[in-house]
């Protein structure tokens, strides 16, 4: 089962509204993904983050590995409609080679 | 289109039979991932190939799941005997680990299989 808790689920916000999501957990990652995923396609990757406290930067999307290495945040500043999706976390434990683990979603409605 | 290519984009069979899906990673790529993906959830790992060896397989893989990368290429994930439960998004990704250059997955667009 998934080890990775997203929150929220879910927002709704409007227009040029800023947005922040994060994902925690009980083990050691050694490295963090955010993906986005629209309907009927597959993910794709926004961020990577490879070393605690890294903060990462692609365009309006702003990702932390948090220091203790269980968790990670990402920001999405000044949102536009094109920003709705599912937005997944995904992590690499210590223990389990190449796999990720993903959580659960957080999917973002922006209202125009 | 240089990106994991998958196919087919949906699949409805019947409770019962057997389905085939296949996986095309982008050419340099050494290893390529399954993962399955249910409504409401995150894609959940199933196994992964670096070149032609199957390295890793989940619990999750059931004795009906069967996949191969017989060249080092291309990748097929076949389920016998399909259950209602197997119903899910089929994700496909590759990466290139290992030397220089290495990426992080890139995922196909997934095969949506529905049974019936």
């Known amino acids: 089962g998934q080890q990775l808790n997203q929150s929220p689920q879910s927002m709704f916000i409007q227009e040029g509204e800023d947005v922040s999501m994060n994902c925690t957990s009980s083990s050691i990652f050694n490295t963090w993904l955010w993906y986005k995923q629209d309907p009927g396609e597959g993910p794709v990757l926004l961020i990577a983050?490879?070393?605690?406290?890294e903060l990462t930067s692609n365009g309006r999307l702003t990702a932390q590995f948090g220091i203790t290495r269980k968790d990670s945040f990402l920001n999405i500043s000044a949102s536009i409609p094109s920003d709705v999706g599912i937005y997944f976390c995904?992590?690499?434990?210590?223990?389990?080679?190449?796999?990720?683990?993903f959580g659960e979603g957080t999917q973002l409605t922006v209202n125009p | 289109d240089t990106g994991v290519s998958q196919d087919p984009r949906h699949k409805i069979t019947k409770r019962g039979q057997n389905v085939t899906f296949r996986c095309d990673p982008i050419s340099e790529h050494n290893r390529l991932y399954w993962y399955r993906q249910t409504l409401g959830q995150g894609p959940e790992f199933l196994t992964y190939?670096?070149?032609?060896?199957?390295?890793?397989k989940s619990r999750l893989l059931s004795d009906r799941f069967s996949a191969e990368r017989p060249k080092g290429s291309f990748s097929t994930l076949e389920i016998q005997r399909t259950e209602q439960g197997d119903s899910a998004m089929y994700l496909c990704?590759?990466?290139?680990?290992?030397?220089?250059?290495?990426?992080?997955?890139?995922f196909g667009q997934g095969t949506r299989l529905t049974v019936v």
């Open positions: 983050l490879y070393k605690a406290g």
């Open positions: 990704a590759s990466t290139k680990r290992g030397g220089l250059g290495n990426t992080e997955a890139f």
């Open positions: 190939f670096q070149n032609e060896a199957q390295l890793e």
């Open positions: 995904a992590g690499r434990l210590e223990t389990s080679g190449s796999r990720l683990t």
